[in-house]
């Protein structure tokens, strides 16, 4: 929940800069775009293809929907990825223990993580439930007590006074996690026309694979990406990023 939110908040942080920087050009006179944000589940490749081939001109799409990438029928099966479900629990520190989390004081990162949101409210997370395909948020009671069973030791081990908290409710996401190479764990990128069977000029790009760094990998492979795309280049993507392709039954 915390990386979703965090994720969620850096897209409309994303959003509004781009809306920011489109108006600024657009008061210079230079040129006035326009930017549009549509919210819809996509369902595969050849329809939403269709669908923006007839509503006009565009340059790129960026399939970047984490482990939902492996769920699209063009991919599916076709992509080295490793599904691991992992559960997060929100816990809250009643009012009347006087001990708050001190302000100021760090998250942490050990075998369980604490990402403290307030001298009251945390979150702790989380599992790894390797081979899960179960992309639901929901948990229900008996994955939840499993999961806490996992974690508060985890948590008390670095955090003892973590047994005054309280456990608020907890989430499910999937990761999508890259396949183990020589180079290490790295995520999947690169041009996929050739899976979609459709115009071949690197119209159509990956973003996937982030498994569970994408806090650490967006920036840097976020500003790779709009270069290799704005330049038509995928060769501007670094090989052991692309490389997986070459495993890949066409
Ligand atoms: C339990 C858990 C713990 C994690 N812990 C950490 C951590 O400690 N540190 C770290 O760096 N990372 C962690 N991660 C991983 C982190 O969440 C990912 O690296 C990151 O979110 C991947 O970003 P993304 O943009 O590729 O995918 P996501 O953040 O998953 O975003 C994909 C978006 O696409 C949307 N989507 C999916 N399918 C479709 C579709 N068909 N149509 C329309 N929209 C769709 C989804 O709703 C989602 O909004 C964790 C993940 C999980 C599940
Ligand atoms: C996935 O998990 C949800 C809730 O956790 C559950 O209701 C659902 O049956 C699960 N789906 C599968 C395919 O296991
Ligand atoms: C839990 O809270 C009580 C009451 O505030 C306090 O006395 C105790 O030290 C706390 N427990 C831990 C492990 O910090």
């Given at each position: 929940m915390l990386i979703l939110r965090i994720i969620l908040s850096i897209f409309q942080a994303l959003y509004l800069a781009c809306k920011t920087f489109v108006k600024s050009k657009c008061s210079f006179g230079i040129s006035c775009k326009e930017l549009n944000l549509h919210k819809e589940s996509v369902l595969n490749l050849v329809d939403l293809m269709i669908s923006i081939f007839f509503s006009g001109d565009y340059d790129a799409v960026i399939v970047c929907l984490g482990s939902g990438a492996a769920f699209l029928p063009e991919l599916s099966g076709r992509l080295p990825l490793r599904m691991c479900r992992g559960v997060i629990a929100h816990l809250q520190l009643p009012d009347h223990i006087r001990e708050d989390y001190p302000e100021n004081s760090p998250s942490i990162l050990s075998d369980a993580w604490l990402a403290v949101q307030g001298p009251q409210t945390l979150y702790l997370g989380s599992t790894w439930e390797w081979k899960s395909r179960n992309f639901s948020r929901h948990v229900p009671e008996e994955e939840a007590s499993k999961a806490l069973a996992e974690l508060l030791p985890k948590a008390s081990a670095v955090y003892?006074?973590?047994?005054n908290w309280t456990v608020k409710g907890t989430c499910a996401g999937l990761r999508a996690m890259p396949p183990l190479t020589a180079e290490g764990s790295l995520p999947l990128l690169g041009c996929v026309d050739e899976f979609i069977g459709g115009p071949t000029e690197c119209k159509y790009w990956l973003f996937t694979g982030l498994g569970s760094r994408g806090l650490f990998y967006h920036a840097l492979l976020g500003k790779l990406m709009a270069q290799a795309i704005l330049s038509c280049n995928?060769?501007?993507?670094?090989?052991e990023l692309t490389s997986w392709k070459n495993q890949v039954k066409q």
């Open positions: 003892p006074a973590i047994k995928e060769d501007l993507i670094p090989s």
